[in-house]
T-cell receptor, first 108, second 116 residues
């Protein structure tokens, strides 16, 4: 079956970089996504990467994709307290399959 | 652009009653809408996919007679939780895919359902 895994929790100091990792299972996924969810809210698309790319950079966000290992990561540079949230990776062969979510806590 | 709204944002109902949740795409036409369920501190679980004008496709394990989905127009899908029970209490989130786009879904803010 499909199973997208993430570490549950990450704590970083404000100003440091955060790296959130994700392991997916479906090699036919066309796009891979990172979503952010703040408490009691819906999901906000942060960025996505097409499966034929290795890296994508978007301001403070860098996505790395290793298709061989089915590993996806999201790096947030200069992490701010406003970045505290739950981050979900998702793969999509045809429908979104979400990871387990990583709770990022940023402390001053 | 690309805003999805849900109504209500929260609802409390008694066991045995039915609750309807609306999902609207405000500034685009959504040929496909998705309904998710999220338990506290857990990931989103896809319940069903609805295409405008046709029957919804339910994921394995989701009772179609309990969770009625209607996608009557290109901007509105509804989820009705029939004969609700406390175990149906959850956060329900919808998303919509813009016609012609293949990669992005726009998510609503979610509806918190509490069944007493």
């Amino acid at each position: 079956g499909e199973d997208v895994e993430q570490s549950l929790f990450l704590s970083v100091r404000e100003g440091d970089s955060s790296v959130i990792n994700c392991t997916y299972t479906d090699s036919s996924s066309t796009y891979l996504y990172w979503y952010k969810q703040e408490p009691g809210a819906g999901l906000q698309l942060l960025t996505y990467i097409f499966s034929n790319m290795d890296m994508k950079q978007d301001q403070r966000l860098t996505v790395l994709l290793n298709k061989k290992d089915k590993h996806l990561s999201l790096r947030i540079a200069d992490t701010q307290t406003g970045d505290s949230a739950i981050y979900f990776c998702a793969e999509t062969p045809d429908k979104l399959i979400f990871g387990t979510g990583t709770r990022l806590q940023v402390f001053p | 652009g690309a805003v999805v709204s849900q109504h209500p944002s929260w609802v409390i109902c008694k066991s045995g009653t039915s609750v309807k949740i609306e999902c609207r795409s405000l500034d685009f036409q959504a040929t496909t809408m998705f309904w998710y369920r999220q338990f506290p501190k857990q990931s989103l679980m896809l319940m069903a996919t609805s295409n405008e004008g046709s029957k919804a496709t339910y994921e394995q394990g989701v009772e179609k007679d309990k969770f009625l989905i209607n996608h009557a127009s290109l901007t509105l899908s509804t989820l009705t939780v029939t004969s609700a029970h406390p175990e149906d209490s959850s956060f329900y989130i919808c998303s919509a895919r813009d016609y012609g786009e293949t990669y992005e879904q726009y998510f609503g803010p979610g509806t918190r359902l509490t069944v007493t």
